[in-house]
Protein backbone atom coordinates (compact mmCIF):
# COMPACT_ATOMS: atom_id res chain seq x y z
CA UNK A 1 0.00 0.00 0.00
CA UNK A 2 2.92 2.51 0.87
CA UNK A 3 4.47 1.14 -2.71
CA UNK A 4 1.50 2.33 -4.54
CA UNK A 5 1.01 5.28 -2.54
CA UNK A 6 4.84 6.50 -2.65
CA UNK A 7 4.56 5.77 -6.31
CA UNK A 8 1.22 7.75 -6.87
CA UNK A 9 2.57 10.89 -5.43
CA UNK A 10 4.87 11.42 -7.79
CA UNK A 11 3.15 10.06 -11.02
CA UNK A 12 -0.47 12.12 -10.67
CA UNK A 13 1.69 15.41 -10.13
CA UNK A 14 3.65 14.07 -13.18
CA UNK A 15 0.85 13.27 -15.16
CA UNK A 16 -1.06 16.69 -14.44
CA UNK A 17 1.96 18.42 -16.17
CA UNK A 18 1.86 15.70 -19.29
CA UNK A 19 -1.99 16.30 -19.13
CA UNK A 20 -0.92 20.10 -19.39
CA UNK A 21 1.50 20.29 -22.22
CA UNK A 22 -0.52 17.90 -23.99
CA UNK A 23 -3.39 19.95 -23.76
CA UNK A 24 -1.24 22.41 -24.77
CA UNK A 25 -0.05 20.94 -27.59
CA UNK A 26 -3.64 20.06 -29.13
CA UNK A 27 -5.04 23.32 -28.26
CA UNK A 28 -2.07 24.76 -30.58
CA UNK A 29 -3.22 22.75 -32.95
CA UNK A 30 -6.61 22.89 -33.32
CA UNK A 31 -6.75 27.01 -32.62
CA UNK A 32 -4.18 26.73 -35.61
CA UNK A 33 -6.91 25.32 -37.75
CA UNK A 34 -9.65 27.34 -36.42
CA UNK A 35 -7.41 30.40 -36.98
CA UNK A 36 -6.56 29.05 -40.34
CA UNK A 37 -10.56 29.15 -40.74
CA UNK A 38 -11.17 32.59 -39.84
CA UNK A 39 -8.36 33.51 -41.58
CA UNK A 40 -9.45 32.21 -45.04
CA UNK A 41 -13.28 33.31 -44.14
CA UNK A 42 -12.40 36.49 -44.04
CA UNK A 43 -11.30 39.14 -46.41
CA UNK A 44 -11.03 43.11 -47.07
CA UNK A 45 -12.70 44.78 -50.14
CA UNK A 46 -9.71 47.26 -51.70
CA UNK A 47 -11.38 50.00 -54.24
CA UNK A 48 -9.56 51.05 -56.52
CA UNK A 49 -9.27 54.12 -59.48
CA UNK A 50 -6.94 51.79 -62.07
CA UNK A 51 -6.72 47.74 -62.12
CA UNK A 52 -3.62 47.16 -59.99
CA UNK A 53 -1.63 43.64 -59.32
CA UNK A 54 -1.10 41.56 -56.00
CA UNK A 55 2.78 42.42 -56.15
CA UNK A 56 1.36 46.18 -56.09
CA UNK A 57 -1.02 45.20 -53.38
CA UNK A 58 1.88 43.45 -51.18
CA UNK A 59 4.51 46.31 -51.92
CA UNK A 60 2.26 48.27 -49.51
CA UNK A 61 1.80 45.69 -47.00
CA UNK A 62 3.85 42.74 -45.99
CA UNK A 63 0.30 40.97 -44.52
CA UNK A 64 -1.30 40.73 -47.54
CA UNK A 65 -1.21 37.31 -49.20
CA UNK A 66 -4.24 37.13 -52.29
CA UNK A 67 -6.38 39.08 -54.18
CA UNK A 68 -9.15 38.40 -56.37
CA UNK A 69 -10.64 40.77 -59.02
CA UNK A 70 -14.25 41.35 -58.56
CA UNK A 71 -15.76 41.64 -62.06
CA UNK A 72 -17.38 44.80 -62.37
CA UNK A 73 -19.41 43.39 -65.31
CA UNK A 74 -21.21 41.82 -62.87
CA UNK A 75 -21.58 44.95 -60.77
CA UNK A 76 -22.83 46.35 -63.35
CA UNK A 77 -25.48 43.44 -64.40
CA UNK A 78 -26.73 43.22 -61.31
CA UNK A 79 -27.52 47.85 -60.95
CA UNK A 80 -28.16 48.58 -64.68
CA UNK A 81 -31.09 45.72 -65.53
CA UNK A 82 -33.54 47.51 -68.11
CA UNK A 83 -31.08 50.19 -69.41
CA UNK A 84 -29.80 50.57 -72.48
CA UNK A 85 -26.22 48.84 -73.73
CA UNK A 86 -24.49 51.99 -74.10
CA UNK A 87 -25.64 53.77 -70.81
CA UNK A 88 -24.41 50.04 -69.29
CA UNK A 89 -21.44 51.08 -70.86
CA UNK A 90 -21.07 54.67 -69.41
CA UNK A 91 -21.58 53.08 -66.00
CA UNK A 92 -19.07 50.41 -66.57
CA UNK A 93 -16.10 53.13 -67.63
CA UNK A 94 -17.52 55.07 -63.98
CA UNK A 95 -17.40 52.13 -62.23
CA UNK A 96 -13.78 51.54 -59.74
CA UNK A 97 -12.18 48.59 -59.91
CA UNK A 98 -12.97 45.75 -56.43
CA UNK A 99 -10.20 43.83 -55.29
CA UNK A 100 -11.30 41.12 -52.62
CA UNK A 101 -8.22 41.00 -50.78
CA UNK A 102 -6.94 37.89 -48.29
CA UNK A 103 -3.94 38.39 -45.45
CA UNK A 104 -1.29 35.55 -44.46
CA UNK A 105 -3.14 35.14 -41.26
CA UNK A 106 -5.21 36.33 -38.68
CA UNK A 107 -3.78 39.74 -37.46
CA UNK A 108 -4.53 41.63 -34.59
CA UNK A 109 -7.63 44.66 -35.08
CA UNK A 110 -4.49 47.30 -34.31
CA UNK A 111 -3.00 45.42 -37.54
CA UNK A 112 -6.22 45.62 -39.55
CA UNK A 113 -5.71 49.24 -38.94
CA UNK A 114 -2.44 49.63 -40.01
CA UNK A 115 -2.70 47.40 -43.12
CA UNK A 116 -5.88 49.62 -44.04
CA UNK A 117 -4.02 52.77 -43.66
CA UNK A 118 -1.17 51.41 -45.94
CA UNK A 119 -3.17 50.55 -48.70
CA UNK A 120 -4.95 54.07 -48.72
CA UNK A 121 -1.68 55.64 -48.60
CA UNK A 122 -1.47 54.84 -52.24
CA UNK A 123 -3.05 57.23 -54.86
CA UNK A 124 -4.65 54.90 -56.71
CA UNK A 125 -6.61 53.18 -53.66
CA UNK A 126 -9.99 55.42 -53.55
CA UNK A 127 -11.39 53.41 -50.07
CA UNK A 128 -10.75 50.07 -48.33
CA UNK A 129 -13.74 48.40 -46.33
CA UNK A 130 -12.22 45.95 -43.83
CA UNK A 131 -15.67 44.84 -41.99
CA UNK A 132 -13.62 45.58 -38.35
CA UNK A 133 -15.95 45.31 -36.06
CA UNK A 134 -17.50 41.85 -36.77
CA UNK A 135 -13.81 41.09 -37.16
CA UNK A 136 -13.22 42.66 -33.99
CA UNK A 137 -15.45 40.37 -31.85
CA UNK A 138 -13.99 37.33 -33.69
CA UNK A 139 -10.84 37.99 -32.93
CA UNK A 140 -11.26 39.01 -29.44
CA UNK A 141 -13.21 35.71 -28.94
CA UNK A 142 -10.69 34.07 -30.35
CA UNK A 143 -7.75 35.74 -27.68
CA UNK A 144 -9.37 35.19 -24.73
CA UNK A 145 -10.09 32.02 -24.90
CA UNK A 146 -6.77 31.17 -25.79
CA UNK A 147 -5.43 33.26 -23.15
CA UNK A 148 -7.56 31.52 -20.66
CA UNK A 149 -6.44 28.25 -21.80
CA UNK A 150 -3.17 28.89 -21.94
CA UNK A 151 -3.23 30.24 -18.02
CA UNK A 152 -5.25 27.70 -16.85
CA UNK A 153 -2.33 25.39 -17.97
CA UNK A 154 0.21 27.12 -16.92
CA UNK A 155 -1.37 27.17 -13.08
CA UNK A 156 -1.87 23.75 -13.23
CA UNK A 157 1.51 23.15 -14.61
CA UNK A 158 2.62 25.59 -11.47
CA UNK A 159 0.76 23.36 -8.81
CA UNK A 160 1.89 20.48 -10.16
CA UNK A 161 5.38 21.36 -10.26
CA UNK A 162 4.94 22.11 -6.39
CA UNK A 163 3.65 18.49 -5.69
CA UNK A 164 6.33 17.27 -7.33
CA UNK A 165 9.08 19.23 -5.17
CA UNK A 166 6.96 17.99 -2.20
CA UNK A 167 7.10 14.31 -2.95
CA UNK A 168 11.01 14.81 -3.89
CA UNK A 169 11.23 16.12 0.11
CA UNK A 170 9.53 12.88 1.17
CA UNK A 171 12.47 11.11 -1.57
CA UNK A 172 15.10 13.28 0.27
CA UNK A 173 13.61 12.31 3.32
CA UNK A 174 13.37 8.34 2.43
CA UNK A 175 17.12 7.98 0.43
CA UNK A 176 18.71 10.50 2.32
CA UNK A 177 20.52 8.45 4.78
CA UNK A 178 21.48 5.92 2.33
CA UNK A 179 22.60 7.74 0.10
CA UNK A 180 25.23 9.39 2.70
CA UNK A 181 26.21 6.29 3.79
CA UNK A 182 26.60 5.24 0.17
CA UNK A 183 28.94 8.64 -0.51
CA UNK A 184 30.81 8.11 3.07
CA UNK A 185 32.12 4.92 1.66
CA UNK A 186 33.27 6.64 -1.88
CA UNK A 187 30.24 5.86 -4.09
CA UNK A 188 29.57 7.74 -7.30
CA UNK A 189 26.53 10.11 -7.38
CA UNK A 190 25.30 7.30 -10.03
CA UNK A 191 25.39 5.20 -8.30
CA UNK A 192 24.03 6.50 -4.93
CA UNK A 193 21.62 7.88 -7.47
CA UNK A 194 20.69 4.24 -9.18
CA UNK A 195 17.79 3.41 -7.42
CA UNK A 196 15.92 7.01 -6.95
CA UNK A 197 16.51 6.85 -10.76
CA UNK A 198 14.93 3.42 -11.28
CA UNK A 199 12.13 4.17 -9.29
CA UNK A 200 11.39 7.65 -11.26
CA UNK A 201 12.17 6.56 -14.71
CA UNK A 202 8.97 3.94 -14.08
CA UNK A 203 6.83 6.87 -12.67
CA UNK A 204 7.99 8.62 -15.91
CA UNK A 205 6.71 5.91 -17.81
CA UNK A 206 3.88 4.97 -16.45
CA UNK A 207 2.84 8.98 -16.68
CA UNK A 208 3.30 9.03 -20.11
CA UNK A 209 1.54 5.88 -20.66
CA UNK A 210 -1.40 7.07 -19.13
CA UNK A 211 -1.65 10.44 -20.97
CA UNK A 212 -1.12 8.80 -23.93
CA UNK A 213 -3.73 6.50 -23.80
CA UNK A 214 -6.49 8.90 -22.24
CA UNK A 215 -5.48 11.40 -25.13
CA UNK A 216 -6.16 7.85 -27.65
CA UNK A 217 -9.74 7.25 -25.91
CA UNK A 218 -9.90 11.01 -26.28
CA UNK A 219 -8.85 10.83 -30.25
CA UNK A 220 -10.86 7.48 -31.07
CA UNK A 221 -14.04 7.24 -29.09
CA UNK A 222 -14.85 10.23 -27.85
CA UNK A 223 -14.04 13.21 -30.07
CA UNK A 224 -16.86 11.59 -33.18
CA UNK A 225 -18.94 10.94 -30.52
CA UNK A 226 -18.92 14.22 -28.77
CA UNK A 227 -21.27 16.50 -30.39
CA UNK A 228 -18.70 19.15 -30.06
CA UNK A 229 -17.95 20.58 -33.77
CA UNK A 230 -14.39 21.99 -32.75
CA UNK A 231 -13.69 18.23 -31.90
CA UNK A 232 -15.29 16.39 -34.19
CA UNK A 233 -13.29 18.45 -37.30
CA UNK A 234 -9.73 18.53 -35.43
CA UNK A 235 -10.24 14.57 -34.70
CA UNK A 236 -6.81 14.20 -36.15
CA UNK A 237 -5.55 17.03 -33.97
CA UNK A 238 -6.06 15.51 -30.90
CA UNK A 239 -3.22 13.49 -30.67
CA UNK A 240 -0.26 12.14 -32.71
CA UNK A 241 2.33 9.78 -32.80
CA UNK A 242 5.40 12.58 -32.03
CA UNK A 243 3.32 13.88 -28.56
CA UNK A 244 4.36 10.47 -27.23
CA UNK A 245 8.22 10.97 -27.64
CA UNK A 246 7.65 14.72 -26.92
CA UNK A 247 5.33 13.64 -23.33
CA UNK A 248 8.31 11.25 -22.75
CA UNK A 249 11.16 13.58 -22.72
CA UNK A 250 9.65 15.97 -21.14
CA UNK A 251 8.75 13.35 -18.35
CA UNK A 252 12.18 12.07 -18.58
CA UNK A 253 13.53 15.74 -18.03
CA UNK A 254 11.15 16.32 -14.89
CA UNK A 255 12.44 13.35 -13.43
CA UNK A 256 16.10 14.38 -14.36
CA UNK A 257 15.61 17.78 -12.29
CA UNK A 258 13.53 15.83 -9.05
CA UNK A 259 16.54 13.10 -8.76
CA UNK A 260 19.52 15.04 -9.14
CA UNK A 261 18.05 18.11 -6.47
CA UNK A 262 17.54 15.26 -3.59
CA UNK A 263 21.05 13.93 -4.44
CA UNK A 264 22.39 16.72 -4.52
CA UNK A 265 20.46 18.57 -1.62
CA UNK A 266 21.39 15.00 0.11
CA UNK A 267 24.77 14.99 -0.45
CA UNK A 268 27.46 15.36 2.93
CA UNK A 269 30.00 16.82 0.88
CA UNK A 270 32.66 18.96 2.66
CA UNK A 271 32.20 20.53 5.50
CA UNK B 1 57.89 1.62 7.30
CA UNK B 2 56.12 4.41 4.86
CA UNK B 3 53.69 6.49 6.45
CA UNK B 4 49.77 5.68 6.01
CA UNK B 5 49.14 8.92 7.33
CA UNK B 6 51.04 12.01 7.56
CA UNK B 7 49.47 15.52 9.32
CA UNK B 8 51.90 18.56 9.24
CA UNK B 9 50.56 21.66 11.17
CA UNK B 10 47.34 20.47 10.53
CA UNK B 11 44.04 23.30 11.42
CA UNK B 12 40.97 21.76 11.47
CA UNK B 13 38.32 24.08 11.92
CA UNK B 14 34.14 24.89 11.15
CA UNK B 15 32.09 28.03 10.66
CA UNK B 16 34.49 28.58 7.82
CA UNK B 17 37.78 28.72 9.95
CA UNK B 18 35.99 30.89 12.62
CA UNK B 19 35.34 27.48 15.15
CA UNK B 20 39.07 26.01 15.41
CA UNK B 21 38.63 22.80 16.71
CA UNK B 22 42.23 21.07 15.80
CA UNK B 23 45.42 23.52 15.33
CA UNK B 24 49.02 23.27 14.17
CA UNK B 25 49.17 19.15 14.72
CA UNK B 26 51.65 17.10 13.33
CA UNK B 27 51.68 13.13 13.67
CA UNK B 28 52.72 10.68 11.18
CA UNK B 29 50.94 7.21 11.37
CA UNK B 30 52.56 3.91 9.86
CA UNK B 31 51.39 0.60 7.80
CA UNK B 32 50.00 -1.48 10.12
CA UNK B 33 49.80 0.94 13.52
CA UNK B 34 47.16 0.36 15.73
CA UNK B 35 46.05 3.84 17.36
CA UNK B 36 43.67 5.43 19.97
CA UNK B 37 42.85 8.53 19.82
CA UNK B 38 41.39 9.62 23.47
CA UNK B 39 40.20 13.25 25.10
CA UNK B 40 37.57 14.91 26.06
CA UNK B 41 33.81 15.12 24.77
CA UNK B 42 33.93 18.13 22.37
CA UNK B 43 38.14 17.82 22.36
CA UNK B 44 37.48 17.04 18.12
CA UNK B 45 38.06 13.19 18.16
CA UNK B 46 35.47 12.74 15.47
CA UNK B 47 36.21 16.03 13.89
CA UNK B 48 40.07 14.67 12.88
CA UNK B 49 38.45 11.36 11.75
CA UNK B 50 36.03 12.77 9.49
CA UNK B 51 39.60 15.15 8.08
CA UNK B 52 40.78 11.52 7.59
CA UNK B 53 38.19 10.59 5.40
CA UNK B 54 37.84 13.93 3.35
CA UNK B 55 34.60 15.01 5.08
CA UNK B 56 36.17 18.15 6.55
CA UNK B 57 38.76 20.13 4.29
CA UNK B 58 41.61 21.17 6.46
CA UNK B 59 41.75 24.66 6.57
CA UNK B 60 46.40 25.20 7.34
CA UNK B 61 48.59 22.41 6.64
CA UNK B 62 48.79 19.29 5.24
CA UNK B 63 46.80 16.26 5.75
CA UNK B 64 48.47 13.04 2.94
CA UNK B 65 46.52 9.96 3.55
CA UNK B 66 47.35 7.02 1.31
CA UNK B 67 49.31 9.11 -1.09
CA UNK B 68 46.55 11.86 -1.57
CA UNK B 69 46.73 15.35 -0.19
CA UNK B 70 43.38 15.66 1.06
CA UNK B 71 44.26 19.54 0.94
CA UNK B 72 43.72 19.68 -2.66
CA UNK B 73 42.18 16.62 -3.63
CA UNK B 74 39.42 16.93 -5.80
CA UNK B 75 35.78 14.70 -5.16
CA UNK B 76 36.83 12.38 -7.46
CA UNK B 77 39.87 11.41 -5.91
CA UNK B 78 38.47 11.62 -2.09
CA UNK B 79 35.96 8.86 -3.48
CA UNK B 80 38.31 7.00 -4.82
CA UNK B 81 40.42 7.11 -1.68
CA UNK B 82 37.20 5.98 0.71
CA UNK B 83 36.98 2.86 -1.28
CA UNK B 84 40.28 1.80 0.13
CA UNK B 85 39.00 2.62 3.38
CA UNK B 86 37.08 1.00 6.26
CA UNK B 87 34.45 3.09 8.58
CA UNK B 88 33.21 1.91 11.10
CA UNK B 89 30.13 4.70 13.46
CA UNK B 90 29.32 4.54 16.65
CA UNK B 91 25.82 4.36 15.20
CA UNK B 92 26.89 1.99 12.58
CA UNK B 93 25.40 3.80 10.05
CA UNK B 94 24.01 0.25 8.41
CA UNK B 95 21.49 0.74 5.32
CA UNK B 96 18.13 -0.47 7.09
CA UNK B 97 16.03 -1.21 4.06
CA UNK B 98 18.74 -3.53 2.71
CA UNK B 99 19.98 -6.74 3.93
CA UNK B 100 22.74 -7.45 6.42
CA UNK B 101 24.65 -9.49 3.54
CA UNK B 102 23.63 -6.74 1.33
CA UNK B 103 25.20 -3.89 3.60
CA UNK B 104 28.61 -5.98 3.96
CA UNK B 105 29.42 -6.14 0.14
CA UNK B 106 28.80 -2.21 0.36
CA UNK B 107 32.48 -1.42 -0.75
CA UNK B 108 32.58 -4.34 -3.26
CA UNK B 109 29.37 -2.96 -4.75
CA UNK B 110 31.20 0.15 -5.24
CA UNK B 111 34.29 -0.74 -6.65
CA UNK B 112 32.42 -2.61 -8.91
CA UNK B 113 32.91 -6.68 -7.93
CA UNK B 114 30.49 -9.07 -9.95
CA UNK B 115 27.25 -10.51 -7.50
CA UNK B 116 28.93 -13.78 -6.95
CA UNK B 117 32.55 -12.21 -5.76
CA UNK B 118 29.73 -10.14 -3.52
CA UNK B 119 27.93 -13.25 -2.41
CA UNK B 120 31.33 -15.24 -1.24
CA UNK B 121 32.44 -12.53 0.01
CA UNK B 122 29.42 -11.80 2.42
CA UNK B 123 29.31 -15.27 3.32
CA UNK B 124 32.90 -15.45 4.67
CA UNK B 125 33.03 -12.22 6.24
CA UNK B 126 29.83 -12.65 7.94
CA UNK B 127 31.23 -16.14 9.19
CA UNK B 128 34.24 -14.37 10.58
CA UNK B 129 31.93 -12.25 12.91
CA UNK B 130 29.73 -15.16 13.55
CA UNK B 131 26.48 -14.31 12.01
CA UNK B 132 26.19 -16.45 9.12
CA UNK B 133 23.07 -17.16 10.27
CA UNK B 134 21.38 -13.30 9.70
CA UNK B 135 22.57 -12.94 6.45
CA UNK B 136 18.84 -12.37 4.97
CA UNK B 137 17.95 -10.42 8.24
CA UNK B 138 17.62 -6.77 8.06
CA UNK B 139 19.81 -4.60 10.54
CA UNK B 140 16.72 -3.36 12.87
CA UNK B 141 16.26 -6.97 14.01
CA UNK B 142 19.79 -7.37 14.88
CA UNK B 143 20.75 -6.44 18.44
CA UNK B 144 23.36 -3.23 18.42
CA UNK B 145 26.66 -5.86 19.16
CA UNK B 146 25.54 -7.64 15.90
CA UNK B 147 24.81 -4.25 14.15
CA UNK B 148 28.29 -3.29 14.85
CA UNK B 149 29.81 -6.45 14.19
CA UNK B 150 27.62 -6.59 10.51
CA UNK B 151 29.60 -2.72 10.60
CA UNK B 152 33.14 -3.86 10.68
CA UNK B 153 32.23 -7.12 8.68
CA UNK B 154 31.34 -3.95 6.05
CA UNK B 155 34.87 -2.56 6.94
CA UNK B 156 36.91 -5.26 6.48
CA UNK B 157 35.20 -6.15 3.25
CA UNK B 158 37.43 -4.74 0.77
CA UNK B 159 41.19 -5.14 2.65
CA UNK B 160 41.18 -1.83 3.22
CA UNK B 161 44.39 0.24 3.65
CA UNK B 162 43.14 1.96 6.92
CA UNK B 163 40.44 1.36 8.72
CA UNK B 164 38.95 4.54 10.73
CA UNK B 165 36.60 3.72 13.77
CA UNK B 166 34.51 6.13 15.97
CA UNK B 167 33.71 5.35 18.97
CA UNK B 168 33.06 1.45 17.43
CA UNK B 169 31.78 0.46 21.29
CA UNK B 170 29.99 3.43 22.40
CA UNK B 171 26.86 1.91 22.64
CA UNK B 172 27.69 -1.70 23.61
CA UNK B 173 28.00 -3.58 26.16
CA UNK B 174 31.19 -5.35 27.57
CA UNK B 175 30.64 -8.77 25.93
CA UNK B 176 29.61 -7.02 22.42
CA UNK B 177 32.97 -4.65 22.84
CA UNK B 178 35.11 -7.52 23.61
CA UNK B 179 34.00 -9.06 20.46
CA UNK B 180 34.19 -5.60 18.57
CA UNK B 181 38.17 -4.75 20.00
CA UNK B 182 38.88 -8.72 18.85
CA UNK B 183 38.07 -8.10 15.54
CA UNK B 184 39.79 -5.13 14.97
CA UNK B 185 42.90 -6.52 16.43
CA UNK B 186 42.84 -9.67 14.18
CA UNK B 187 42.39 -7.33 11.00
CA UNK B 188 45.18 -5.42 12.10
CA UNK B 189 47.41 -8.20 12.82
CA UNK B 190 46.52 -10.23 10.26
CA UNK B 191 46.15 -8.10 7.46
CA UNK B 192 48.71 -4.99 7.86
CA UNK B 193 45.73 -2.72 8.17
CA UNK B 194 46.15 0.18 9.72
CA UNK B 195 43.87 1.31 12.56
CA UNK B 196 42.88 4.26 14.17
CA UNK B 197 40.12 4.20 16.87
CA UNK B 198 38.85 6.86 18.63
CA UNK B 199 37.17 6.19 21.72
CA UNK B 200 36.84 7.68 25.18
CA UNK B 201 39.02 4.80 26.83
CA UNK B 202 41.31 2.35 25.90
CA UNK B 203 39.91 -1.29 26.74
CA UNK B 204 41.66 -3.20 29.03
CA UNK B 205 42.25 -6.36 27.61
CA UNK B 206 43.72 -4.91 24.29
CA UNK B 207 46.86 -7.30 23.95
CA UNK B 208 48.20 -5.53 20.74
CA UNK B 209 51.16 -3.02 20.88
CA UNK B 210 49.30 0.23 19.97
CA UNK B 211 50.17 4.02 19.53
CA UNK B 212 48.15 6.30 22.06
CA UNK B 213 47.50 10.26 20.71
CA UNK B 214 45.33 12.55 22.97
CA UNK B 215 43.98 15.70 21.52
CA UNK B 216 43.89 18.60 24.10
CA UNK B 217 43.29 22.26 23.72
CA UNK B 218 43.49 21.55 20.09
CA UNK B 219 46.36 20.20 19.90
CA UNK B 220 46.80 16.40 18.91
CA UNK B 221 49.89 14.67 21.20
CA UNK B 222 51.40 11.44 21.41
CA UNK B 223 51.30 9.27 24.36
CA UNK B 224 54.45 7.94 25.12
Known amino acids: MKFIKNHLMFILPLMAILLGIEFFLVFDRTTDSYERGLKEGYSMLVVAKKTMTLEELKQLNEHIDSSENIKRENIVDQIAKGISKSSAQEILQALPYFYSVRLDSYVSTSELEKIKKDLEKNKNIRNVETFGSSYSSNYRLFSFIKFTLRIFIVFMGVISLFLIIKQMEVWKYAHKERMQIMEIFGAPLMLRSGVLFKIALLDALVATIITGAFFLYLKFYWAGKSGIDIMMQNQEALFRMTDIAILLASAIAIVVFAVYTVVFSSAGGQE | ?224
Open chain 2, 1 to 224: MSNVISASHLTLAYDRGKKEIIKDATFNIKKGDFVFITGPSGSGKSTLLKALYGQIKPIEGNLVVGGLDLTTARQRKLQDLRTHMGIIFQDYKLINEWTVAKNVVLPLMIAGYSLDVQQTQAHRLLKHVKLSEHADKYPMELSGGEQQRVGVARALSKNPVVILADEPTGNLDEYSSNVIWDLMENACQQLETTVLVVTHKIPSIFSLPYRHFIIESKGVYEVH
